[in-house]
Each structure stands twice: as structure tokens, then as C-alpha cells.
């Protein structure tokens, strides 16, 4: 039973309905051990942090900034927050000093939560070129504090400000006050143009997404959710939200690059993704089956073929598999595919709300294939997460994003644009009514920048407006369908493709390297660095007929037909990546014009 009440007493409701019951697994920052705190006790801190802030002198509506990976404290920050009318400003745990710098400025943040030393690092060496920031408050017990630094204080010493909750009738005060009208959070979204914009959500949107997404997903007080994703991006955000307003165990990974691990560690039942995770995943089970026998192989490909039949062709469609398919899918499924399941964590899976990008087919298929109930979506921060998802236990077709959540009205309006209206759909940017005005239509509908279309009630996307490009020759391409097709290969990492105004589609690729070097030295190529490897004619060879293969269903235009692997990794610092790791392609073009006009070379 879902309690969808005003988020600034969301856990203290869920706490007298829940008590002493588990909330919260999670890693003290550099521990291992997993640890568990209950609701009660979370409900306790929480309101220990809203009498603090209250003590710090915070006042109703004003901006307070969490800059940090997930974690506990910051959870109990947001809410603590939320529970005298203040508004959460999200940092991403990887901003740069300038981000961090004109956010702060912008929305005039007085205190600043951090997280780990390379957070508080980034922060002291800004505070300078901000005026109004008065006291960073720092998570990690770890850190060391600056000893020119007096204004800096460990969370743990902030908590103290607020023991025994001496602004308790202040506090019930303003939560009687709170009004879904109230901003909740400022998400600043650093776009692959690289300007930053401050999208405005209020509790109201937060409530009427609670409600909608209640409806099309079956999350529970028996589930475990695996928090991975930033808890500064909306998707993981308002997942999270929705999760803890059903009663659900959250599993807080702190840091991403450890997931797999926590999953096995943990056995979650649910976590939102994004595509490139699964994308890993299927490279990672095909890598595992290729080096196995001939046996083997053909044995999967088997049960590869029978779980996508069963559960493509028929479930998939909403259609009962024959009796004799879904007898031999049982028998695959609790011997191949549960293994499988079990190598990664997942062997009590529920469903994984995936969005954030294009999902690969081979991907898609592959992951419904092997039992894992992946339900695709599409979204933005303006839209505060959901704009469409497949429902649970509803037909749904591959390639899609869903059907529309209840509430919201989608128009496709001109060049096919994606237009939406409804109680989660954001007032506007902060601090920017030209962007604001921008941003709308007349009669008030907001424009994604996507394109895409609507058939027998499903939504299709097919590309950023923004982002297709005009080749010399007058074709139109996509290049992110091309890219989501040519990132199922194992030995590409990153990719971005180059064409706009040009003859033909070329691409810089970012290659795994070890699975590169590997390959080298099995077939006897010598190399001395990443640099001779990546330029190597029968490296090169080799990776351009596995790209043939992957583009044969494109068109002849839209093929790739010159790459050049790059000897090392796109750069947030350089600009090149967009904190959830999009591709800036203005920098790339920058950046590497060089090896960019080398491929045009006649």
C-alpha cells in the first residue's frame, strides 16, 4: 500500500507504519561490511537534520546544495530538508570546480553537503568565487579538513546541532505549512550543448509522479531495490522516492563502478538502469560463451532462441506461449538462465525500469531472453522521470518506450516533436524566463526535443531534433541509433559518431582496451603503448569487419565508413562528457579535429 502524503513527513509516515523494520542497506564511505539502519531510526535522523538546518538559520524555500555520490546522509539531507519547506539542490558527485561554481552562485547557497575528500577538495577551492556560501558540511567521517578551513564541519557534528530536537514545535509548524506549490528540488541538467539550466520541481509534481508511476509498476514492501544510478539524476531520484513511498528496501551503492559486486553482495529484486549497463551485461554472458566449448555454445544459442520465442513472440504480445515451448523455456529457465541470473545477483529479479537512452534491440531481446523482466521507458528531468513506460504484466513491443502514464497528454507536434502537458511536466528553469518561454508552446505543451510518434497506444522515439545530422549530400542520420547498434560489441566502450556536413559517416571509438590487448597478444600483434595498438592496420581491420557486421541493416548512407580508435578515454574535464556521460559533440569537434579531418582526407 503505497503512502503518497507531502515528502517533507514522507519517512516519519512510513516510519509509524514500518517502525523498526530494515529501510536502508548501505557501505560506510571506504567500508566493505553492508549495514542496515530501520525506519524508525532513519525518521530520527531526519528530523535531527531538519532541527539543525532550522539552527543553521535556513528559512522556507531556500536553496541548500548536496554535492556528493550516493550515500545515507544524503537521503536523510534531502528529507531533513524537505521538512522545513527548504529546496535540494542536487550536485553530481563528478562536477567540475566551474559547475559547482555557477551553481552555487546562481541559486545562492549558503551550505553546501559533501561528500568524500575529492567533493569537499573541489568545493574549499571554490569558495572564494562565491559570496554567499557560508559552511560546507562534510559526509566521510575520513576526510581531511582543511586547518585554514573554520567554516567546514563533519556531518556528525552538524547532527549534533539538532539533538533532541530543539526546534521540534518550529519544525511540525512548517510541516503543517509545506504545500505541494513548495519547490522541492532545483536539477541543474549540464546538456551535451553544455549549458547548464536549473529545471524547477515542486512536491506537487513529485505527488502526481508517485501516483501515475504507482499504477504502472508493481514495486512492494517485499522488494529490494538496488540504488546505483546518481541520486542526483531524476530517473534514479524519483525511483528511489517512488520505492521508499511503497514500503521497499533500498540498497544504497555508493559507488558505481562496484555495482556488480553489491548486486551479488545483496540480491536485489529491483534497480533502474540505464541501457549501457545491460549493454555490459549482454557483452559480458556472450564474451563468457564464446571462450566455452562447442557444446556450450550451441546449447545457449538454443536456449537463447526458446526464451526469446517464448518470451518476445508470445508474452511479449500478451500472447499464452503452447504448452511444449513454455515446458522446454521452464526447464532452460531453471537450469541456463538461472545460473546466469545467479552470476549476477540476481536471482530473486523482479523488474528493472531502464531508460536515459536508446535501447539496442540485440540488448533488449537479450535481456527479456534470459528471464530478466527489463521494462523500458522514456523520460526527462523536466518531466520530473516518467514520461512513458511498458507496464508491468501489459503487452509491450520491442523498440518502444512505453505507454504514457495516466495524467499526462503528448501531442507530436512539428518535425514529429514529442510535446507534453500534465501535473509532472516542470513551470520552468530557474532564474531563466527566456529558456522558460523557449521551452513551451503557446497553448502551454512542453517541447522534449525528441521526436517520435505514437501507434496502438505505445510511444517510438526516433531521434534528438537537436542531434541529427546533414551529410554534404543532403541524408538525414541518427547518430545515436547508429551508436546504440555498434555498442553491443565487446570491444567498443565508447563511441561517437562524426557527420554532419560531411560526405560520409565516420566515428571515433573508444576501444575496452584490455579485451583489445588481449586480443593483440593472442594473435601475436606486438604493440608498446595503447597509441601503436589503437593504430595497428590488423587491430584495425579486425574491428572494422565486426562493425560491418553489426550495420549491415543500415542504410548504405548511414554506414560507418572510417573510424579511428582513440588511446584513451572521453573527458569529462575536457568538456567531452556531460555528467551522465552523454557525448558533447561541439568539444569532440574541437578536440579532436584533427583526427576527424584525417578521415575525410582523400
Known amino acids: ?15 509509524k507504519k514500518y517502525g523498526d523494520r530494515e529501510m536502508l542497506l548501505y557501505q560506510d564511505f571506504g567500508g566493505k561490511e553492508w549495514k542496515s539502519l530501520s525506519w524508525n531510526h532513519v525518521s530520527a535522523t531526519v528530523r535531527q537534520v531538519s532541527n539543525a538546518l532550522l539552527n543553521l538559520g535556513v528559512k522556507p524555500q531556500e536553496n541548500i546544495g548536496i554535492f556528493s555520490q550516493n550515500s545515507v546522509q544524503y537521503i536523510e539531507c534531502d528529507f531533513g530538508a524537505w521538512g522545513i519547506r527548504a529546496v535540494t539542490i542536487p550536485f553530481y558527485a563528478t562536477s567540475s570546480e566551474q559547475q559547482i561554481q555557477f551553481m552555487v552562485n546562481d541559486a545562492k547557497i549558503r551550505f553546501l553537503f559533501v561528500g568524500e575528500q575529492e567533493q569537499y577538495d573541489k568545493a574549499r577551492r571554490v569558495v572564494s568565487l562565491c559570496p554567499t556560501l557560508e559552511r560546507i558540511i562534510v559526509f566521510d567521517p575520513l576526510v581531511r579538513i ?28 512548517l510541516q ?25 520541481l515542486t512536491h506537487g509534481q513529485f505527488h502526481a509522479a508517485l501516483e501515475a508511476n504507482h ?58 538502469a540505464v541501457p549501457r549497463f545491460w549493454e555490459k551485461v549482454y557483452m559480458g554472458v556472450m564474451d ?35 504448452m511444449a515451448l513454455h515446458l522446454e523455456y521452464e526447464m532452460l529457465n531453471r537450469t541456463i538462465f538461472s545460473l546466469v541470473r545467479k552470476e549476477l545477483g540476481l536471482e530473486n529479479a523482479h523488474f528493472f525500469p531502464t531508460a536515459g537512452a536508446t535501447v539496442s534491440t540485440h540488448v533488449e531481446e537479450f535481456v527479456h531472453s534470459i528471464g530478466i523482466n527489463m521494462l523500458v521507458g522514456y523520460g526527462l528531468t523536466e518531466s520530473l522521470a516518467t514520461v512513458s513506460c511498458n507496464h508491468y504484466g501489459k503487452p509491450w513491443t520491442v523498440g518502444g518506450v512505453g505507454i504514457p502514464i ?96 560531411r560526405k560520409f559517416v565516420s566515428a571515433l571509438i573508444i576501444p575496452v582496451y584490455p579485451l583489445l590487448e588481449e586480443y593483440a597478444r593472442e594473435h601475436g600483434i606486438a604493440f608498446k603503448n595503447r597509441e601503436e595498438l589503437c593504430a595497428n592496420p590488423k587491430i584495425i581491420q579486425m574491428m572494422k569487419e565486426r562493425i560491418d557486421t553489426l550495420q549491415q541493416q543500415l542504410a548504405h548512407y548511414e554506414q560507418v565508413k572510417r573510424f579511428t580508435l582513440l588511446p584513451h578515454h572521453l573527458s569529462m574535464e575536457k568538456g567531452e562528457l556531460t555528467n551522465t556521460l552523454k557525448i558533447r559533440r561541439r568539444a569532440l569537434n574541437e578536440n579532436y579535429k584533427a583526427e576527424i579531418d584525417k578521415m575525410y582526407e582523400e
Open 215 to 272: 499504477k504502472c509498476v508493481p514495486v512492494g514492501e517485499q522488494d529490494r531495490i538496488m540504488s546505483f544510478l546518481p541520486y542526483t539524476h531524476i530517473f534514479e531520484r524519483a525511483w528511489t522516492i517512488l520505492a521508499l513511498s511503497e514500503g521497499a528496501v533500498i540498497i544504497v551503492n555508493t559507488h558505481p563502478q562496484d555495482v556488480q559486486q553489491s548486486m551479488r553482495d545483496t540480491h536485489p529484486t529491483c534497480m533502474s
Open 288 to 322: 563468457k560463451i564464446e571462450r566455452s566449448g562447442a557444446l556450450q555454445r550451441k546449447l545457449f544459442r538454443h536456449a537463447l532462441a526458446v526464451g526469446r520465442k517464448h518470451n518476445i513472440e508470445y508474452l511479449s504480445l500478451g500472447k499464452k506461449p503452447p
Open 146 to 173: 582543511s586547518s585554514h578551513d573554520p567554516n567546514a564541519i563533519y556531518f556528525a557534528d552538524f547532527l549534533k546541532l539538532g539533538e533532541n530536537e530543539p526546534r521540534k514545535t518550529e519544525v511540525e509548524q
Open 1 to 15: 500500500m503505497q503512502t503518497n502524503c507531502h515528502m517533507s513527513v514522507l519517512v516519519h509516515e512510513q516510519a
Open 406 to 501: 495516466e495524467g499526462l497528454s503528448i501531442r507530436i507536434g512539428e518535425n514529429d516533436e514529442v510535446l507534453l502537458k500534465g501535473p509532472t511536466i516542470t513551470s520552468g528553469y530557474y532564474n531563466r524566463e527566456d529558456l522558460t518561454k523557449a521551452a513551451f508552446t503557446e497553448d502551454g505543451y512542453f517541447k522534449t526535443g525528441d521526436s517520435g510518434y505514437l501507434k496502438d497506444g505505445e510511444l517510438f522515439l526516433k531521434e534528438r531534433i537537436k542531434d541529427l545530422f546533414k551529410t554534404s549530400n543532403g541524408k538525414y542520420i541518427a547518430p545515436q541509433m547508429i551508436e546504440s547498434k555498434l555498442l553491443v560489441d565487446k570491444f567498443i566502450d565508447q563511441i561517437a559518431v562524426i557527420a554532419d556536413q
Open 176 to 200: 503543517q505549512e509545506a504545500s505541494y506549490d513548495d519547490i522541492a528540488n532545483i536539477l541543474y541538467t549540464s546538456g551535451t550543448t553544455g549549458d547548464s539550466k536549473g529545471v524547477i
